[in-house]
C-alpha cells in the first residue's frame, strides 16, 4: 500500500515535471519564430 502511495506521488511528480517541460518547449517554439522573423527583417532592410 505504502508502495502504491510512492508511485503516484511519483507520477504526480513526473506529470507536472512534463505539463512544464512542454509550457516551455511552446514558449521557445514562439520564441524561435519571433526571432526567425526578426532576422528575415534584417535581411530585408
Given at each position: 500500500?505504502?508502495?502504491?502511495?510512492?508511485?503516484a506521488?511519483?507520477?504526480?511528480?513526473?506529470?507536472?515535471?512534463?505539463?512544464?517541460?512542454?509550457?516551455?518547449?511552446?514558449?521557445?517554439?514562439?520564441?524561435?519564430?519571433?526571432l526567425?522573423?526578426h532576422?528575415?527583417n534584417l535581411?530585408?532592410?
Amino acid at each position: 500500500m505504502a508502495n502504491m502511495k510512492q508511485y503516484a506521488r511519483k507520477n504526480i511528480k513526473t506529470s507536472t515535471f512534463l505539463e512544464q517541460a512542454l509550457k516551455h518547449i511552446k514558449e521557445m517554439r514562439v520564441y524561435l519564430i519571433q526571432l526567425k522573423d526578426h532576422v528575415r527583417n534584417l535581411k530585408l532592410s
